[in-house]
């Protein structure tokens, strides 16, 4: 009887092996203890992470507001090199839209209509860094891996198209009470702000975009937004802010008192914006930057003097910039502020001082009927208050670290120093004071400037590109035979992998060269 068990018992186990080597391979490299879909909400979580630009990185130096003076660590060149790549970003965008549906959203949900708003974002901002990108035979996948580029035009029209929908869809949402948005380190999934945003975020694309009004529909889709806030409401106040917001001990703000000793005096502040804040006894200066230590402790000045703070010329040679570092003769930056604790400050991306320096622009340009002082003040206003400084008569205590210091988190490291302001005089000021011509657009964009130190990633140089103010300054030290660049190359991948259009891009716009000069359609 062993015998016959055993002969029948071959056969079923050969058929159960051949039926189990029929599996697919994709069957077989499934890992059941791994999650094969992620959920529309950590998408949404994971681009909001990547949209987020932060301080002490390049765009300060692209800015002029805070340079380096030792090349070991980096340099002040406008030698650019590849421009943002976020194709990978958008990629998520998709799925975070599809995820949503598969969880049995509508077709109209939070995702969906903040998936529209990223797509403005990112496809813009690379389009402002490089011109012409890919973008509507853009991310096919496997079905098509060359994608055409797209003008620079296209891809700003369709971008303003995309935050109208934005606009309409969370309306929609909003008006029936949708609460399904999760996710959000922003904005507490608060549908209302994202609106804000949103129409915050078109308002900075109009104004990017002023060298080609006519050719875009640029003066007429803001006077559209400004004169109808029911519709497309905005930011009304700083509390609006799309903010990144630093977490101890899991996301320190980048500059720490742990990292101080490493890092404090590689950079110092740079004259393009010390010289403008000092030029205006602007008190901002005392709460953003230290004085020069050589004024104090060897011309004998106050600390509290606007003669005490110096920032360096950017196109000064490195070797002279950090001689002069190394003898205290440049202010660096405050270090109550920005290296006593592990937080810092939030990373304003849009926020709600910029957007009334850009009203004040528009109106300014003709663009739509109102008063651009009114807003150029709230601009201003919103950003001292930002820093603590009153905007009445009143006074703020100012903080500086004492040389010799062993720590910048003990306080007791710091000498203070009460600061009297008067804001009517201050705005009295005539390089101050709104005029309704040429020098207060000036005054506009300067004061724009000095807001958006440390925030709002490329935008201050997106402006001097476009604009010229306020003034950057050039030399041995800047590079690029004594020029700003006007643009970021492309990446590295799309001469390989794309060369076809990638070569037809450049012969379109760059007379066949990736060239950091050349001059892209918003700025003709």
């Known amino acids: 009887m062993k015998k016959i068990f055993r002969i029948y018992l071959l056969p079923v186990f050969m058929i159960l092996t051949v039926t189990s080597c029929k599996k697919s391979f994709q069957e077989l490299s499934v890992n059941p203890n791994v999650p094969n879909a992620v959920p529309a909400s950590?998408?949404?979580?994971g681009i909001l992470n990547t949209m987020a630009d932060f301080p002490d990185g390049s765009n300060e130096i692209y800015a002029q507001y805070y340079i380096y003076n030792y090349d070991y660590y980096g340099n002040n060149r406008y030698d650019f090199g590849s421009g943002d790549n976020?194709?990978?970003?958008?990629?998520?965008?998709l799925a975070m839209e599809n995820q949503a549906v598969k969880a049995g959203a509508p077709a109209v949900n939070p995702y969906s209509a903040l998936g529209k708003f990223f797509r403005a974002y990112f496809f813009s901002k690379m389009s402002m860094e490089e011109g012409d990108i890919p973008m509507t035979q853009a991310l096919q996948g496997l079905s098509n891996l060359t994608p055409a580029y797209d003008s620079q035009k296209t891809v700003m029209t369709q971008s303003l198209a995309w935050l109208e929908s934005a606009n309409t869809d969370l309306a929609a949402l909003i008006g029936k009470g949708d609460n399904t948005l999760a996710g959000d380190i922003y904005l507490s999934n608060s549908l209302t702000a994202w609106q804000k945003v949103v129409n915050t975020f078109r308002i900075r694309l109009l104004v990017q975009l002023s060298k080609k009004n006519g050719d875009i529909d640029v003066a007429n889709q803001f006077a559209t937004i400004v004169n109808?806030?029911?519709?497309y409401p905005v930011m009304t106040s700083a509390a609006d802010?799309?903010?990144y917001t630093f977490l101890s001990p899991t996301n320190y703000y980048p500059q720490t008192p742990d990292n101080f000793g490493q890092n404090g005096s590689r950079q110092n502040t740079s004259a393009t914006y010390i010289g403008l804040l000092t030029s205006l006894k602007d008190p901002r200066v005392f709460v953003t930057a230290e004085p020069a230590r050589y004024n104090v402790d060897n011309l004998h000045q106050s600390p509290a003097a606007f003669s005490s703070f110096i920032g360096a010329d950017p196109g000064l040679d490195l070797g002279v910039m950090y001689n002069n570092a190394g003898l205290q003769k440049y202010s660096f930056l405050n270090r109550k502020r920005y290296y006593s604790t592990y937080t810092g400050e939030p990373a304003i991306q849009i926020g709600y001082a910029e957007l009334m320096f850009n009203i004040a622009e528009g109106i300014n340009r003709g663009w739509a009927t109102g008063n651009a002082e009114d807003y150029y003040i709230k601009g201003i206003q919103t950003s001292f208050a930002y820093y603590g400084i009153p905007t009445g008569a009143g006074s703020f205590t100012a903080y500086f670290y004492r040389p010799g210091s062993t720590s910048t988190a003990n306080l007791a490291n710091y000498d203070t120093y009460p600061i009297n302001v008067d804001w009517a005089?201050?705005?009295a000021q005539s390089g101050v004071k709104y005029t309704a011509d040429a020098a207060g657009l000036t005054k506009i964009l300067t004061q724009k400037y000095l807001a958006l130190f440390r925030h709002s990633g490329l935008e201050s140089y997106f402006t001097?590109?476009?604009?010229?103010?306020?003034?950057?300054?050039?030399g041995p030290g800047t590079g690029n035979s004594g020029r700003i660049a006007l643009r970021f190359q492309y990446p590295g991948s799309e001469r390989t992998?794309?060369?076809v259009n990638y070569n037809k891009a450049l012969a379109?716009?760059?007379?066949g060269n990736d060239d950091i000069n050349g001059k892209m359609y918003i700025l003709k």
Request: proline share 5%; charged share 10%; hydrophobic share 20%.
């Open 42 to 45: 950590l998408l949404f979580n």
């Open 86 to 93: 976020y194709y990978t970003t958008l990629k998520n965008v």
């Open 228 to 231: 109808n806030p029911t519709k």
């Open 241 to 243: 802010n799309l903010q």
């Open 425 to 427: 005089t201050y705005y």
């Open 464 to 474: 001097y590109r476009r604009t010229g103010v306020p003034n950057f300054t050039t």
């Open 497 to 499: 992998s794309n060369a």
């Open 508 to 511: 379109d716009q760059y007379s």
